[in-house]
C-alpha cells in the first residue's frame, strides 16, 4: 500500500517541476518568513498555511501568533500572521507590509490520511492592495510521506486560479537519531521558468537541547540565514527568529506566541521537579469498560493503570495520592494496580492512600502505599478469606426433580452444586490451595509494605479482626487520621513541600501526542469478557471478525487479549480460538488473564504466544461438564400430567410438562432410559 503512494509521491514531483514554469506569484520563502524550517520537517510548519497535509499531523487544538519587527528595533510592529489548526482542518491570516503596500492573505485548509502518509488541499484568498502585491485566488495541495522515523518529505503546489502562474516546493528532512534531538532539514522553491540549478533553497537544523527547548538555524542560497530558538510550556510557548540578510547583516526579528497543541514543556524537566501531585479518587466500580454517557461511576482499569505510569515517569510529580472510600474492585485488578504504585515508588514517587471502611482486598492495595490514612469513623477488617457454594441437591430431591451429572475429570466441579450436598474431595483441594495461596500472597505484601512479621500479620487476622481507628495505628495498619478532604494537609505535612496537583490530562505520557515521525506502532487491546457464548458475554461472533481483521492491519504490530472468562460453550471457545491461531500467524497475542479463565476462558487463551495471569488468578479448569434435571415426582406433586405421540425412539428425549406462566419445560425422564 505504501509503495503505490509513494510512486505517486515521485510522479507528483515530476510533473510539478513540469508545471512550474508560469508567470510569477509571490515567492514560498517571502510567504513563509515566519518559518523556522521546512514545514514538513519542523513543528508542523504553519499548521496549513504553507503545506496542507501538516494539518493531518496536528493532533490538538493549536494556535499561533506571529509578528515582524520593523528593522532591528526589537519593540516595533509590522508583518503578522494567525494560524490556527485541529486535526484536519486549519484556518490562517497573514498580513504583510511592503513599502507601505499592505495585503492581507487568507488560507482555509484540510489534511487527511495517516502518520505515515498525509495529503492536504487548501484555498487561498486575498484582501487590500492583492493587486498590486501580485496576489491570485490559490489551491493549494500538499503531500508528507514519513515511511521511517529517520525521514520525513514532503511536497506543495500553489496554483492560481486567475492565471497560469504556479509553484512548486519540495522538502526533506532527516533525524538520525531517530528522535526529534537533532532534525537536519532542506528545501527548495520552483516558479516561473526558472532553472531547477537556479531554484531558491534552503538547509539548516534543529537541536533539542532539553525538552521544550529548540535552537533551530537555517541558511539559504543567498547567503541570508537565521537563528531562532523555542521554548514551550505544554500547552503554550514563545518563539524568536533573528534574520540576516545576505551581507550577514541582522535585518529584523520575528517572534511568535502559541496556545493548545501540546509539546513536551521546559517545566517537565529539572525546572519543575517534584513540584506536583497527582491525585486519583478512585471511588466508585473498576470495570475494563464504561459506558460513553450517564455512567460516571465506572473507573477504566487501563485508564488507572496508565496514569500511574506516566506519573512515575513525569519528573514533576513528586506524589501520589489515592482516594479508596468507596472503592469496588476485583481483587486481581487490585493486585494490578497495587503494582503499578509500586513501581511508582522505585522510581521516588511518595504514594499515600486514603481509606474509610476497608476490607482485606482494598487494604492489600492500600498497604503498599508509603502512608496510610485512616477516616477517622472509619476502620479495616481482615477477616481473611473463604471460598464457599451453596448445594442444591436437597432442594431438588423435595422438589421431586432429578439431575443426572456428566464430567470429564476430577476436578471439573461445576456441576456439584447439583449433584451433591458438600464439596467433593477434589473440590475441597482445589479450592483450599487457592484460599492458601491468595492469603499467603496478602500477608507477604502487606507484611513487606508495613513492616510487620508474618506471625504478627496471622494473630491480627485470627484474634483481632476488626479495628477501629486507634487499633489501627497501635496495630501499624494505619499511618494517621484524616479525610480525603484534607489530602492537601496530609500531603504538605509528609513531604514538607506544597504540591500542585496535576490532572491525569497533563501527564506528558498522557497529553503530548507521539514525538516520532512515522505512524506510532500500535499494539491493539481485545477484551475477552463474561461468559463464552456466540452472541452475550465474549460475543464469540464478533471476536471472531476482530482477530481476523486485525490479523491483516498492518499497522497493528501485535494483540493483547485480555481474558476474564468462567467459560461457557464450547463452539462459542472454539470459534475464537481459531480466530486466534489465525491471527497468531501474522502477529505477536498475548493473552493477559484476570480474575478467571477457566475452561472456555482457557479455552481461548491457549494458543497465544504468551499467556500472563495475575498471582490470584483462577485459570485452567480443564475438562467438560453437563447435566440434564427431569422430572422424578415433581409432576405428580402438582397434579400436572403430558401425553404425547411420537415418531422415532428417541424423538420424546426433552419432552415433559410445560409450566405455565413461566414457560419452563420439566423433561419426563433422564437422557439415558
Known sequence: MFGKKLIFFLIFTVVFGQLATAQPIPSHYARSNFLMGPAASFQDGLLGFSNPANLQMVKNPESRFYWNTEGTDAVSFNDWGIFSGFHGIGFAALRQNIAGVKVTDYRISTGFGSDAFAAGLGYGWSSGRFDAMGRERL????????????????????????????????????????????????????????????????????????????????????????????????????????????????????????????????????????????????????????????????????????????????????????????????????????????????TGKMVIAFIDNASMTTYHLASVADKIVLDPQGSIQL???????????????????????????????????????????????????????????????????????????????????????????????????????????????????????????????VAIPYQNWGEQPKIAIVYGLGVCAMDEGIRARWLERVFLKLAKKKSVKAVVFRVDSPGGDGMASDLVAEAIKKCKKEKPVIISQGQVAGSGGYWISMYGDQIVAGPNTITGSIGVIGGWIYNKGFTEKLGMTSDLVQRGAHADVGFGVTLPFIGARIPARNLTT
Open 139 to 346: 489551491i493549494t495541495t500538499g503531500f508528507i510521506a514519513r515511511p521511517l522515523r529517520y525521514l520525513s518529505v514532503g511536497v506543495s503546489g500553489h496554483f492560481s486560479l486567475e492565471s497560469n502562474a504556479r509553484e512548486g516546493v519540495a522538502e526533506i528532512g532527516v533525524r538520525p537519531l531517530g528522535t526529534p534531538l537533532l532534525t537536519l532539514f532542506a528545501d527548495a522553491a520552483l516558479q516561473k521558468k526558472t532553472q531547477l540549478s537556479d531554484a531558491p533553497w534552503s538547509a539548516g537544523a534543529a537541536l533539542q537541547v532539553l525538552p521544550g527547548i529548540d535552537l533551530v538555524g537555517r541558511y539559504f542560497d543567498n547567503d541570508a540565514f537565521t537563528l531562532g530558538l523555542t521554548l514551550n510550556f505544554g500547552r503554550g510557548g514563545v518563539a524568536s527568529q533573528i534574520h540576516f540578510d545576505s551581507n550577514q547583516d541582522h535585518a529584523y526579528n520575528t517572534y511568535m506566541l502559541h496556545s493548545g497543541g501540546r509539546q513536551p514543556s521546559i517545566f517537565s524537566s529539572a525546572l519543575g521537579k517534584n513540584k506536583r501531585v497527582l491525585k486519583i479518587n478512585l471511588k466508585g466500580r473498576v470495570d475494563y469498560q464504561r459506558y460513553v454517557l450517564f455512567d460516571r461511576g465506572t473507573l477504566r482499569f487501563m485508564d488507572i493503570l496508565k496514569n500511574i505510569r506516566a506519573a512515575a515517569r513525569d519528573p514533576r510529580v513528586r506524589a501520589i495520592a489515592l482516594n479508596l472510600s468507596g472503592m469496588r474492585v476485583r481483587p486481581e485488578h487490585a493486585w494490578e494496580i497495587r503494582r503499578e504504585l509500586r513501581a511508582a515508588q522505585q
Open 383 to 509: 477477616p481473611g478469606y473463604t471460598l464457599g457454594r451453596t448445594f442444591l441437591k436437597g432442594t431438588l430431591d423435595k422438589l421431586g426433580l432429578g439431575f443426572d451429572e456428566w464430567r470429564f475429570f476430577k476436578y471439573k466441579s461445576a456441576a456439584e452444586a447439583l449433584s451433591r450436598e458438600k464439596m467433593s474431595d477434589a473440590d475441597r483441594e482445589q479450592r483450599q490451595d487457592y484460599v492458601d495461596d491468595w492469603y499467603e500472597m496478602v500477608r507477604a505484601d502487606v507484611c513487606e509494605s508495613r513492616h510487620l512479621e508474618k506471625e504478627k500479620f496471622d494473630e491480627l487476622v485470627d484474634n483481632e479482626m476488626f479495628f477501629i481507628p486507634p487499633d489501627a495505628l497501635e496495630s501499624g495498619l494505619a499511618d494517621t487520621l484524616a479525610r480525603w478532604s484534607a489530602v492537601n494537609d496530609i500531603l504538605k505535612h509528609y513531604t514538607k513541600s506544597k504540591l500542585r496537583p496535576i490532572p491525569p490530562r497533563d501527564l506528558p505520557d
